[in-house]
């Protein structure tokens, strides 16, 4: 049967009784015909005793003349789902109307928006912002969850335009979430900072596979720079959406120029480097997110013969362990006695929460001085890059 086709203002009454196709009768009143086309119509339909409690609601065709309706399927009834109702005497109401089973469902998944640090704007990098936005993207539509009190597991659909909120009494380097909530029809945004910086102090529920924080439906993760600021630009990718993510460029080159080391060298950070300068940052709201995060270090050596230098990049290093794991990046060995350059990738999906991947260095074979080049006139520019989607 072909799907139903709705009308308004389209009623008949029918005097046929038992479970099979009824006549109707002509039109009365300010009502149509429940077919006005030239051919048979499908269509949904309700049939209602006006005296006695028979009813029926289903599928069924009237013909062309609207004469005749035929019960195809019956969704519910007075002789229950499924079966055909055996009408009694008397008129009954036959009309056309909306079924329960056909009414479209609000898309719990609808969310046309991202987070971002420029009004307007939710793409572009800003190195402070003191504000998060949540702005309209690719679509003007969010679903909203209904709370217990009016049905829980109901969706309501709004129209928004860009909400914001201050970030405020914040801890650096400790994420916080950002969640839309609905406050009697209201849209704004709540936020809620982390226990540490990778584990929640409120966890996230899931209603039709959506991400809840209470009643609230969670949007993305935000990590703080200061108690009132935060970033999202290639060195600090700190805004992290969960709807409409989008490949987003990481990047570092500080061009220092060059430094040296002498074998035997433990790892330790690139240059010395343990205040993060030539690391990129990011967080991580959820896992698994979509696709993982992609990083990759290069630098130009220089090595006598018989010293063998190492790159690396280490996942959230520190002083006590530099060392990269197996989890880590793709560590590689420059040669002994040339020069070239190096590099080590970073390929995987790190835990939620705060993190940053450091390059480092160490010189595992040989006593020689390596001389290492982030900078070469003319020659070479090294540093860290990578995607991150978010």
Not at 183 to 208: E, H, K, M, Y
Request: proline share 7%; hydrophobic share 35%.
């Amino acid at each position: 049967m072909p799907n139903p086709i709705y009308f308004d203002r389209r009623k008949q009454v029918s005097t046929s009784t038992g479970q099979g196709a009824f006549t109707l009768n002509p039109v009365v009143g300010p009502w149509k015909a429940l077919n006005t086309t030239p051919s048979t119509l499908a269509i949904p339909y309700c049939i209602a005793h006006q005296t006695a409690s028979d009813w029926e609601v289903g599928l069924g065709s009237v013909d062309n003349l609207s004469q005749t309706l035929t019960r195809s399927t019956v969704f519910d009834g007075s002789a229950g789902a499924g079966n055909l109702t055996n009408f009694s005497g008397g008129n009954k109401d036959v009309f056309i109307t909306p079924l329960a089973n056909y009414m479209p469902r609000v898309n719990p998944w609808t969310c046309h928006g991202r987070l971002g640090l420029q009004s307007g704007s939710p793409t572009t990098d800003v190195t402070s912002s003191s504000t998060v936005y949540f702005t309209p993207f690719q679509g003007t539509q969010v679903a909203m969850p209904e709370t217990a009190s009016m049905g829980a597991g109901q969706w309501k659909l709004y129209d928004f335009t860009e909400i914001s909120t201050p970030i405020s009494g914040q801890i650096a380097n400790i994420p916080f979430d950002v969640s839309l909530v609905d406050t009697n029809g209201v849209l704004g945004l709540s936020t809620q900072q982390w226990a540490s910086a990778t584990a929640r102090s409120v966890a996230i529920t899931f209603v039709d596979g959506i991400p809840l924080i209470g009643n609230y439906r969670y949007l993305g993760t935000i990590n703080p720079v200061t108690a009132t600021t935060t970033a999202d630009y290639p060195k600090q990718r700190f805004v992290w959406n969960y709807y409409n993510s989008i490949p987003r460029r990481m990047g570092n080159f500080p061009a220092t120029g060059t430094w040296s080391g002498v074998g035997n060298l433990a790892w330790r950070g690139q240059n010395t480097d343990t205040t993060k300068a030539r690391a990129v940052e990011f967080v991580i709201g959820l896992t698994p997110p979509l696709r993982p995060v992609n990083v990759r270090a290069a630098i130009y050596y220089n090595t006598p013969a018989g010293t063998f230098p190492e790159l690396g990049l280490t996942l959230d290093a520190s002083s006590a362990n530099w060392t990269p794991s197996l989890t880590d990046a793709f560590t590689v060995e420059g040669g002994g006695n040339q020069s070239g350059f190096m590099t080590a990738e970073y390929n995987q999906i790190p835990p939620i929460g705060y993190h940053y991947l450091q390059p480092t260095e160490a010189i595992q074979v040989g006593t020689g001085t390596v001389g290492w080049y982030d900078y070469y006139a003319n020659r070479f520019v090294g540093g860290v890059q990578g995607t991150i989607w978010a």
